[in-house]
């Protein structure tokens, strides 16, 4: 009798390093290029190693399958030896954004439910602050930060983690267990941990390097947070699968940019549009050996004659794992599309009553695929948010509205669902109008987006309030801060006695946004 193969059959994420480290050992696999200290290159041997002394102590150290791990970290060697390490033993690791503030952090450790943490030096305050209580946290050392002389109590240095890598135990993931979380904006004021399983992590490495036509030769530059798809499944994990090498830097930077790519005879990466912009004024090096970047959005003006490279048009979600839409550099593209639907998803396009929009017209994007595998496993601890992300028929809602144009590209239109898309990062107005609301005399607000020539979109906050004061603004500006990240804070605040309202009394957010859209700061 046949039976139907799982194409995850025998893999968990763990296969990917493994069987490089078998048989390729001497390639390279990590190039780690910090803002201070020395760089270093890893192989595969080499970094298999160090990761199998880590899960060693991990597992010595309590660390069991299916427990929760935090990692919250800018880009460095630990951030992966922790994230393969977990991943190596069954242990589920939750990777929070550098970025976040106390209250975002607080929520996140008490709602993830982490037993144990792996934390840089530079955020062991902000950590402290929300007064979680972990069985242990270990603080990594990293980009000229060092740990406390004397650490507090179930605090030790990440080095203490090391155990040895003979004492290492893989121990098999079911493809379909829980292998991470990263914690999303949403529509309401929570953010929602998306779950990752094992055939999530090997399904972004093998489809991610097929899009890409990706070979071992080849040395992707991350810039990007590694705690963000962007970096993890759309690069690290194809890059991985295909055997090839990273080469990371601690974040973003215009001026090391060239250098790092240069140096590792970089081939291609994933270059937000913040990025390009900021690159734009620098001089191009004649001798780089870019093939393509993949920014979102393809044919955006002169861009790819003034890089010398293929500017590749691509979209997707954390929700999505990889990107569902992607034109390859070889073929030509639209202005601005976003790519042409992948035959791993299923597409369609629906106007609000759930009819066909006709040819130009902008349609709410909704995506068919196997949860678990081409899509996230779930919303974590949240089954409510999890079913309404889907309609009747299995198809998931992205909450954008794009437009099918010439070929079957699509081309971003505007968003459903109402959020902002400051740089790299996604944000729920309802998140900060949340915050704003815990400030008193402040009786409604709505946070609308106004255009930014570096960052896509900036916040601005419209506060309904009968107190309207400098002293109230500044007031709202250090919650805002306090409560959320410094991407979500507003750049502006402006006062006023009521909104433009639409049916029902909802508020006009269009004329809000062309009120923005028309202030100077």
């Known amino acids: 009798m046949a039976c139907e193969i799982d194409i995850t059959s025998g893999k968990d994420a763990h296969f990917m390093l493994r069987s490089h480290a078998e048989k390729r050992p001497q390639a390279p696999y990590l190039h780690w290029a910090p803002f201070v200290g020395d760089a270093v290159t890893y192989s595969y041997r080499e970094f298999f190693d160090r990761m199998a002394a880590l899960a060693a102590g991990l597992q010595a150290r309590g660390v069991a399958k299916g427990d929760f791990v935090l990692l919250h970290a800018q880009n460095c060697p630990e951030f992966l030896l922790t994230w393969h390490a977990c991943a190596a033993i069954g242990a589920v690791v939750v990777t929070t954004n550098p970025r976040s503030s106390r209250d975002e952090m607080r929520y996140f450790i008490e709602h993830s439910k982490v037993k144990f943490?792996?934390?840089?030096?530079?955020?062991?305050?902000?950590?402290?602050?929300?007064?979680?209580?972990?069985?242990?946290?270990?603080?990594?050392?990293?980009?000229?930060?060092?740990?406390?002389?004397?650490?507090?109590?179930?605090?030790?240095?990440?080095?203490?983690?090391?155990?040895?890598?003979?004492?290492?135990?893989?121990?098999?993931?079911?493809?379909?267990a829980p292998l991470s979380v990263q914690y999303t904006s949403g529509t309401t004021s929570l953010p929602k941990g998306v779950v990752w399983t094992h055939a999530n992590a090997l399904w972004a490495g093998q489809v991610g390097s097929m899009h890409k036509s990706l070979r071992d030769d080849d040395t992707a530059l991350i810039t990007t947070p590694l705690c963000h798809t962007n970096a993890m499944s759309w690069a690290h994990l194809p890059s991985l699968w295909a055997g090839g090498a990273i080469a990371l830097q601690p974040k973003f930077s215009a001026s090391r940019f060239w250098d790092v790519a240069l140096r590792h005879r970089c081939t291609w990466g994933t270059v937000i549009p913040f990025?390009?912009?900021?690159?734009?004024?620098?001089?191009?090096?004649?001798?780089?050996?870019?093939?393509?970047?993949?920014?979102?959005?393809?044919?955006?003006?002169?861009?790819?004659?003034?890089?010398?490279?293929e500017i590749v048009g691509a979209w997707g979600m954390t929700e999505t794992v990889i990107h569902a839409t992607y034109t390859p550099p070889q073929l030509p593209s639209p202005p601005l599309s976003m790519g042409m639907p992948m035959p791993e998803y299923g597409f369609r396009l629906e106007r609000d009553d759930g009819s066909a929009p006709v040819e130009g017209e902008a349609g709410l994007l909704k995506i068919k695929g196997e949860r678990g595998v081409s899509l996230f496993l779930e919303y974590l601890h949240n089954p409510d948010a999890t079913a309404e992300s889907f309609d009747a028929g299995g198809w998931f809602d992205t909450g954008?509205?794009?437009?099918?144009?010439?070929?079957?590209h699509f081309r971003f239109a505007d968003r459903a669902k109402d959020m902002l898309k400051v740089g790299a990062e996604n944000v729920a107005a309802s998140e900060v109008e949340a915050a704003i609301a815990t400030v008193p005399d402040v009786i409604e607000s709505a946070v609308v987006a106004k255009p930014d020539p570096m960052k896509d979109e900036v916040p601005v906050a419209f506060v309904r309030t009968e107190k309207p004061s400098d002293e109230l603004r500044e007031t709202i500006f250090a919650t805002?801060?306090?409560?959320?990240?410094?991407?979500?804070?507003?750049?502006?605040?402006?006062?006023?006695?009521?909104?433009?309202?639409?049916?029902?009394?909802?508020?006009?957010k269009g004329k809000l946004r062309d009120e923005a859209a028309a202030l100077e700061l």
């Open 117 to 176: 943490a792996v934390v840089q030096a530079a955020y062991l305050d902000l950590i402290g602050e929300t007064g979680a209580q972990f069985e242990w946290l270990a603080v990594i050392a990293a980009d000229g930060i060092e740990a406390p002389a004397v650490l507090p109590d179930g605090t030790l240095a990440f080095e203490n983690l090391i155990g040895d890598a003979a004492d290492f135990e893989h121990i098999p993931s079911d493809p379909m």
């Open 275 to 309: 990025a390009v912009k900021a690159l734009a004024p620098q001089p191009v090096p004649p001798d780089h050996a870019m093939r393509f970047w993949i920014v979102g959005a393809a044919n955006i003006g002169p861009l790819d004659e003034h890089f010398s490279v």
């Open 400 to 408: 954008d509205r794009v437009i099918q144009s010439t070929q079957g």
């Open 480 to 508: 805002c801060r306090e409560k959320l990240a410094d991407f979500k804070v507003p750049v502006a605040i402006v006062f006023c006695e009521d909104f433009p309202r639409a049916e029902v009394n909802k508020v006009a």
